[in-house]
C-alpha cells in the first residue's frame, strides 16, 4: 500500500484546511488509518485515527472537536478535516496504515507500515 498525503498549506489562525490520504491499492478496506504530525524539534505524534470501517475513531487531546478524521473504502482516501487551525497546529503532516488483529487502531507511529510523504500546514498567527 503506497499513500499519497496532500492538501497542506498556509493558513491563517482560525482557518481551515481539508487534508487527503490517498491509497494506491485497489481497496484499503480492512485498514485501520491514521493522522500523524511532527512539528521543528518536536517527536512525531498521533493526531487522529480511524477504524478501518468508519466506525471508530480517536483524537489526541488538543485536537479534539476541532479535527474530523474520516475515510471513503470506495475512494481508498482517507481525510483530516482541520477547523479552528491554531499556530500550534503548525507542523508535517503524516497519514498512516496498518491492519490490526487485536485492537482497532494504535496511536503509536511504530504501529504503522504504511506512510505518505507528509504534507506540511502552516499556520500564521
Known amino acids: 500500500v503506497q499513500l499519497q498525503a496532500s492538501g497542506g498549506g498556509l493558513v491563517q489562525a482560525g482557518g481551515s484546511l481539508r487534508l487527503s490520504c490517498a491509497a494506491s491499492a485497489r481497496t484499503f478496506n480492512g485498514y485501520s488509518m491514521a493522522w500523524f504530525r511532527r512539528a521543528p524539534g518536536k517527536e512525531r505524534e498521533f493526531v487522529a485515527a480511524i477504524s478501518w470501517s468508519g466506525s471508530i475513531t480517536d483524537y489526541t487531546y488538543s485536537v479534539k472537536g476541532r479535527f474530523t478524521i474520516s475515510r471513503d473504502n470506495a475512494k481508498n482516501t482517507a481525510y483530516l478535516q482541520m477547523n479552528s487551525l491554531k499556530p500550534e497546529d503548525a507542523a508535517v503532516y503524516y497519514c498512516?496504515?496498518?491492519?490490526?488483529?487485536?485492537?482497532?487502531?494504535?496511536?503509536?507511529?511504530?504501529?504503522?507500515?504504511?506512510w505518505g510523504q507528509g504534507t506540511l500546514v502552516t499556520v500564521s498567527s
Open positions: 498512516a496504515a496498518a491492519r490490526f488483529r487485536t485492537v482497532v487502531f494504535s496511536t503509536s507511529p511504530r504501529d504503522y507500515d504504511y
